[in-house]
T-cell receptor, first 111, second 112 residues
Framework: DAGITQSPRHKVTETGTPVTLRCHQT?????MYWYRQDPGHGLRLIHY???????DKGEVSDGYSVSRSKTEDFLLTLESATSSQTSVYFC??????????FGEGSRLTVL | GENVEQHPSTLSVQEGDSAVIKCTYS??????FPWYKQELGKRPQLIIDIRSNVGEKKDQRIAVTLNKTAKHFSLHITETQPEDSAVYFC???????????FGKGTMLLVSP
C-alpha cells in the first residue's frame, strides 16, 4: 500500500465546532485530494492540491477549507461542523499516471 | 464539468456467473477510465484502468471495454467468486484536469 495515513480515524463532535482532518503521505506525490463518501452519492471531491500552497475546489467544497504547507501534509478543515458533514472522508494521492491511492478513511460524526 | 452515470446500483449473481457494470460519461475529452473496488469498511483500490487509445483491456477474470463514440465503458467480471462481493466505482478524467469524477457505485453480491 502507498504510504498514506489519515488522522483521526474516528471523530465525534458537536454542531458548530471546528474540525481538522490530516492526511500525511510519504510518497512525495504532487497531487493530494479530499473526498467524502456518502450512501447513494459515491465519492465526491471536496478539494484538491496540485502542489505546496496550490489548491482548488471540487464539487462539494462549501463549508470546507484546505491547506498544504508542505508536500507531505494536506489538511481539511470544517470551520463550523454541521450534521450534513457527517460522512466518511478519504484522502487520496496520485502521481502523473493518474492512479489514485486512498487512505484508510476518517469517519466523522457531527451531533 | 464531467458527469459519470453508473448502472446498476446493486447486482446480485450466483457464484460462477458473469457480472457486468456499465458507466457513461459526458465529457468527450475524457481519456482515462479506472475502476475501483471497495470492500466493506476498507479503502477503494484500483483494479483495472483503460485509456482512450485502446478499446479493451483484460486482467485474468476482469476486463474493461471502452466505446468512445458512445461515451460508455463497462467492467466485466467472469467466473465470479464470493470474494468479488464489494462496491465497484467507475471514474473518468479529462486530460486537461488532474481530478477524477466517480460514478455512484455498484454493490455486487456474489452468492455461493
Amino acid at each position: 500500500d502507498a504510504g498514506i495515513t489519515q488522522s483521526p480515524r474516528h471523530k465525534v463532535t458537536e454542531t458548530g465546532t471546528p474540525v481538522t482532518l490530516r492526511c500525511h503521505q510519504t510518497e512525495n506525490h504532487r497531487y493530494m485530494y479530499w473526498y467524502r463518501q456518502d450512501p447513494g452519492h459515491g465519492l465526491r471531491l471536496i478539494h484538491y492540491s496540485y502542489g505546496v500552497k496550490d489548491t482548488d475546489k471540487g464539487e462539494v467544497s462549501d463549508g470546507y477549507s484546505v491547506s498544504r504547507s508542505k508536500t507531505e501534509d494536506f489538511l481539511l478543515t470544517l470551520e463550523s461542523a454541521t450534521s450534513s458533514q457527517t460522512s466518511v472522508y478519504f484522502c487520496a494521492i496520485s502521481d502523473r499516471t493518474g492512479e489514485l491511492f486512498f487512505g484508510e478513511g476518517s469517519r466523522l460524526t457531527v451531533l | 464539468g464531467e458527469n459519470v452515470e453508473q448502472h446498476p446500483s446493486t447486482l446480485s449473481v450466483q457464484e460462477g456467473d458473469s457480472a457486468v457494470i456499465k458507466c457513461t460519461y459526458s465529457d468527450s475529452a475524457s481519456n482515462y477510465f479506472p475502476w475501483y473496488k471497495q470492500e466493506l469498511g476498507k479503502r477503494p483500490q484500483l483494479i483495472i484502468d483503460i485509456r482512450s487509445n485502446v478499446g479493451e483491456k483484460k486482467d485474468q477474470r476482469i476486463a474493461v471495454t471502452l466505446n468512445k463514440t458512445a461515451k460508455h465503458f463497462s467492467l466485466h467480471i467472469t467466473e465470479t467468486q464470493p470474494e468479488d462481493s464489494a462496491v465497484y466505482f467507475c471514474a473518468a478524467r479529462n486530460s486537461g484536469y488532474s481530478t477524477l469524477t466517480f460514478g455512484k457505485g455498484t454493490m455486487l453480491l456474489v452468492s455461493p
